[in-house]
């Protein structure tokens, strides 16, 4: 079964040896974006103009995208009216973290530490167990920013994630981080995959940069 859009994520954050989040809490938002926009390209959510709707509820056979997707459609059904993106992502961001964090443990990809803190309070952390997803993950998303050598849906939609949520470090820690934000700029912006995808994604962006940046106010203030 191949990994999702947010296990992805969370495995760019996580460090490899402590078991860490790195930039947690953007972090968090991409994840729960991550799954949003794996509901979007299996054909259950739709995302336009800022709003979300569940449009097929069947199960996509992925236990993680499932359990969201249930969530989501259950919440759903009790507005009046198309949610906002960020609405959602506030809501479930939390979440969302906690069950891609568990699928990744699961798959064998990261394996759970407990620990207390000055032996009073406790702690887990999620090291690496098994590196090669996502060696082979930087491996393609740095010949995509180098290359272009792919505009897959699937691909440039998770770059479109990184870039609206600013983790730039995250997916290439070792390159100028302006550098990397103008070439991701130009990959996510062309015609790369179906309108609605592609709209959906712009709104996923807005509505990550709007909350990361008051998450950035939040942290600072």
Avoid at 128 to 153: K, N, Q, Y
Wanted: proline share 4%.
């Amino acid at each position: 079964m191949a990994v999702t859009l947010a296990e992805e994520i969370m495995l760019l954050s996580l460090d490899d040896v402590s078991g860490v989040a790195k930039e947690r809490q953007t972090a968090a938002w991409a994840v729960a974006g991550g799954i949003l926009l794996d509901l979007v390209l299996a054909g259950r959510v739709s995302v336009d103009d800022g709003r979300l709707r569940v449009t097929d509820a069947t199960p996509t056979e992925v236990p993680l995208l499932d359990g969201r997707l249930r969530r989501l459609d259950t919440w759903c059904a009790k507005r009046n009216g198309p949610p906002k993106v960020t609405e959602w992502l506030t809501k479930d961001q939390g979440k969302a973290v906690r069950a891609t964090v568990e699928s990744l443990r699961e798959r064998g990809l990261v394996r759970e530490e407990r620990q207390r803190v000055m032996g009073l309070f406790p702690i887990t952390r999620y090291p690496e167990a098994d590196g090669s997803v996502e060696r082979e993950l930087r491996a393609r998303l740095h010949t995509v920013l180098t290359d272009g050598a792919t505009h897959s849906a699937r691909t440039t939609g998770l770059l479109a994630l990184v870039h609206g949520a600013r983790l730039h470090r995250l997916a290439f820690p070792d390159l100028p981080r302006k550098e990397v934000a103008a070439r991701l700029e130009e990959l996510t912006a062309g015609q790369w995959a179906a309108e609605g995808v592609r709209r959906a994604i712009r709104d996923m962006q807005a509505a990550m940069l709007a909350v990361t940046a008051a998450t950035v106010v939040t942290i600072t203030s």
